[in-house]
């Protein structure tokens, strides 16, 4: 069964990249297959695009940018907005897509789609309060004030764990600002954004505003990032990717954003009820199959409650169910490739042999070779990779503390800054570590803490910026400052 007969709209399966409102295929016979990690089996194909098609589309987003830009910002709202309406008409098969290449399961991957819609219409509406400001005059017989514009194009790279939501929470923003946008998206899922790309053009925004180009990801992103005419760079992805592009972006003085990894402290204090806060910290960390940003990979928890917790997260643990996502009743899905189980595995293996103790996690049971079953470690210390690096897999790690001071301590002891959770009742408790934390976001009490509303973001290696929120528009924005002098009827008003 192909994957379009899957869908009741077969025309959101596209395996050509979208440059300039054209389907286009590579001029060079440059392809990659994309497959279903449950299955292994190919879904289908996409081209590679040749050096000279980045620039193409590049060409396209800049002729577009004259007449987007000049449009006025409730005429781009009107147009986000359709298609805003056609994400949601079409969210059943936009999730089964997200699934078949993601493997999420298919309600978690609905969830997705309203997520990554729901920034669609929050930017169509901001894009409607990008105001500037009127600055009272020091020069004589003068107006000051500020404008805000448009950068101009905008690349847009972004990574496999939220194929459609990464897109829009940056498309949307920099499109409601006026910007036109060239989308790479991570070769593992490129069938979300290509629906982004068939609903956009449905929902009327002109050719050229909104492009997706495929190809070799260093060779597309050294080029995104070496051409001047593109003004600012939005990358979500890997820390180490990450800091590549911030080279690249040097010479031509980009306005770059960077959605970097995280590695979530999950912070249990004495008063906690420990079922209650185990059965948070399993939602925190198996999410999308522990391949989430906001991932609670270090759990720590305190002496007192430690013994009750771990036998509480267990039994949790055990009650997920591990399989292919398009099946029912299916918490965790594959995991993207089998490099990352690899990984996943190896991270264990790191833990037990420095002294972790393994709790629970029989990868026998695993019902396929993208599979990883859910690993619960205690014990785990800082010598340990679990304890430095993104696991990016269904692998916990719990760890005691003795006091608010070390738990601190332990929880900022990382590169990462992008999240961190605190599970306690005592406010005095949750006020001194949630300050203390190194953290761009601190979820108290709630598993949940992303949205449209909120600045999304990171400090220290986990990123630059903020993306959502009512700053999110201001990544795409420049600030003009005008003197409007010799007015003479103004001075001392
Ligand atoms: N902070 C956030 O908002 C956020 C959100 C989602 C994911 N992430 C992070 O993303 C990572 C997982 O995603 P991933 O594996 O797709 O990340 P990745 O860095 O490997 O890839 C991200 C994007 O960069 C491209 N890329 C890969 N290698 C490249 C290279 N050498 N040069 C240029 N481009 C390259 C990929 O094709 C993809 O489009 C995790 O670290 C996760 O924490 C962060
Ligand atoms: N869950 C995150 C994505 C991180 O991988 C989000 O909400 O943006």
Redesign the pocket.
């Known amino acids: 069964m192909t994957l379009s007969s899957k869908l009741s709209d077969p025309r959101l399966f596209r395996q050509y990249a979208y440059v300039d409102g054209k389907w286009t295929h590579g001029e060079g016979g440059r392809e990659e297959a994309v497959f279903d990690p449950a299955t292994g089996e190919a879904l289908g194909h996409i081209p590679w695009l040749e050096a000279h098609q980045i620039t193409a589309a590049v060409d396209a987003a800049e002729a577009a940018f004259v007449h987007w830009r000049a449009l006025r910002a409730d005429e781009r709202c009107e147009r986000l907005l359709a298609w805003y309406d056609l994400l949601q008409a079409h969210r059943e098969d936009l999730a089964t897509l997200m699934t078949l290449e993601q493997g999420k399961p298919l309600p978690d991957a609905r969830g997705e789609v309203e997520y990554g819609a729901s920034f669609v219409r929050w930017f169509a509406e901001e894009g409607k309060r990008t105001f500037g400001e009127t600055i009272p005059s020091h020069i004589p017989n003068a107006a000051l004030g500020t404008i805000k514009e448009p950068v101009g194009i905008a690349a847009l790279?972004?990574?496999?764990?939220?194929p459609l939501a990464?897109i829009t929470r940056k498309a949307a923003a920099a499109m409601a600002a006026g910007c036109t946008v060239i989308v790479?998206?991570?070769?593992e899922t490129p069938f979300s954004a290509l629906a982004l790309a068939e609903l956009a053009e449905r929902a009327g925004i002109p050719a050229g505003v909104f492009n997706v180009v495929l190809g070799d990801?260093?060779e597309v992103?050294r080029i995104l990032c070496a051409e001047d005419r593109v003004k600012a760079l939005s990358f979500?992805?890997?820390?180490?990717?990450g800091r590549?592009?911030l080279e690249q972006c040097a010479n031509t003085v980009k306005r770059v954003s960077l959605?970097?990894?995280?590695n979530a402290p999950f912070i249990v204090g004495p008063d906690m009820d420990p079922r209650e806060a185990a059965f948070a910290a399993v939602a925190a960390k198996f999410q999308t199959a522990g391949q989430d940003?906001l991932a609670a990979d270090r759990i720590l928890v305190h002496e007192s409650i430690h013994d009750a917790f771990v036998g509480h997260f267990a039994e949790r643990m055990a009650a997920l169910t591990v399989g292919n996502g398009l099946e029912s009743e299916i918490d965790l899905g594959p995991l993207i490739h089998r490099q990352a189980v690899e990984k996943a595995a190896a991270i264990v293996d790191d833990a037990i042999s420095k002294g972790a103790t393994l709790v629970a996690g029989d990868q026998s049971q695993a019902p396929g070779e993208n599979f990883f079953m859910p690993v619960l470690l205690t014990g785990v210390t800082h010598d340990m990779k679990i304890w430095h690096e993104?696991s990016?897999a269904p692998v916990a790690g719990i760890t005691a503390y003795a006091d608010d001071d070390q738990v601190i301590e332990m929880a900022n002891d990382t590169e990462y800054g992008?999240a961190a959770y605190i599970y306690t009742h005592d406010i005095r408790r949750i006020w001194k570590i949630m300050r203390a934390l190194e953290f761009g976001m601190v979820s108290v009490n709630s598993v949940k803490m992303t949205g449209p509303p909120v600045p999304?973001g990171?400090v220290k290696h986990?990123?630059l910026g903020r993306e959502g929120g009512v700053t999110g528009i201001d990544e795409y924005l420049e600030t003009k400052y005008y003197c409007l002098g010799a007015l003479g009827s103004v001075s001392g008003s």
């Not at 790479?184 to 070769?187: I, T």
């Open positions: 790279i972004t990574p496999w764990n939220f990464m790479k998206p991570a070769g990801p260093p992103s979500t992805g890997s820390t180490r990717v590549l592009l959605e970097l990894g995280g940003c993104e990016f992008l999304f990171g986990s990123g």
